[in-house]
């Protein structure tokens, strides 16, 4: 029970900080220009559920090879280091906010949200999250689930809702720091307690990955040509609705 409580707790923030900025964030804000918040999270949470199941399956299995343990902790935990300057990188939208079906708004935004999220950062977190905390599968579906919606409500009533713009910049910076200080915790505890490497080449270990980090953060940073605008067609949604404050949403 503790430890589910752990990794719901772990995998909440993970996921909200993976979230910030995301593609599928900026998805959720484009749909909730054309659905209502409502419609839009109910399928983000359908596609979620699904979506993450498989991660955490995926996760959850690959753990079960006992000799390369050391190895999928390592790996895991430099995952981290590199979901980090991906939240730098950032993420635009490439066409999944012009989905459509024929069976209304929610599956609409499951469909979209479940392709999209293949291969997406938080999929690849939610596995890594499953690998580094085996014994409780619940807990990590339900806190990267739970952190998927709290991430994707937080962009709609700000971004469309208030017609605010999120300071994108900050919480990208601010997020990646997160990640790659947990990133760093996890590979100092891999080469001190499972490798049980000697304190010098810990230290050695330590400070390339921290020289690494550092140089492709800043080479981020400098070349990031992401539009720093939250949505195009938030934008223009935000525009309209300010001159008809009354207009309807499907």
């Not at 923030?13 to 993976?18: E, K, Q, S, W």
């Not at 990188?89 to 066409?95: I, Q, V």
């Not at 929610?106 to 890594?128: N, P, R, Y």
């Not at 409500?153 to 605010?164: A, H, N, T």
Request: proline share 2%; charged share 15%; hydrophobic share 55%.
């Amino acid at each position: 029970m503790y430890s589910n409580l752990i990794a719901f707790l772990f995998s909440t923030g993970t996921v909200v900080l993976a979230e910030m900025g995301d593609k599928t964030q900026l998805l959720a804000m484009a749909f909730a220009t054309r659905y209502k918040a409502a419609k839009v999270l109910a399928g983000v949470f359908i596609a979620t559920v699904l979506n993450h199941a498989l991660a955490v399956a995926v996760g959850n299995f690959i753990t079960r090879f006992e000799a390369a343990q050391i190895w999928i902790q390592a790996i895991a935990s430099l995952s981290f280091i590199f979901f980090g300057l991906w939240t730098i990188r950032g993420d635009r939208l490439e066409g999944e906010e012009n989905r459509t079906t024929k069976f209304g708004a929610v599956v609409t935004v499951a469909i979209a949200f479940f392709i999209a999220e293949m291969g997406d950062k938080t999929q690849l977190a939610t596995i890594a999250l499953a690998a580094k905390f085996p014994a409780s599968p619940i807990g990590i579906l339900t806190g990267t689930t739970t952190g998927m919606l709290i991430a994707d409500g937080i962009g709609i009533i700000v971004g469309v809702v208030m017609c605010r713009k999120i300071p994108e910049r900050t919480i990208k910076l601010i997020s990646a720091g997160v990640f790659i200080f947990f990133g760093l915790i996890g590979s100092y505890q891999v080469a001190g307690d499972m490798l049980q490497l000697p304190l010098w080449a810990i230290i050695v270990c330590m400070i390339s990955i921290i020289i690494v980090t550092g140089i492709a953060a800043y080479l981020l940073i400098k070349n990031n040509k992401v539009v720093e605008e939250q949505n195009r067609i938030v934008g223009q949604y935000c525009k309209v609705k300010l001159q008809k404050p009354d207009a309807a949403k499907k």
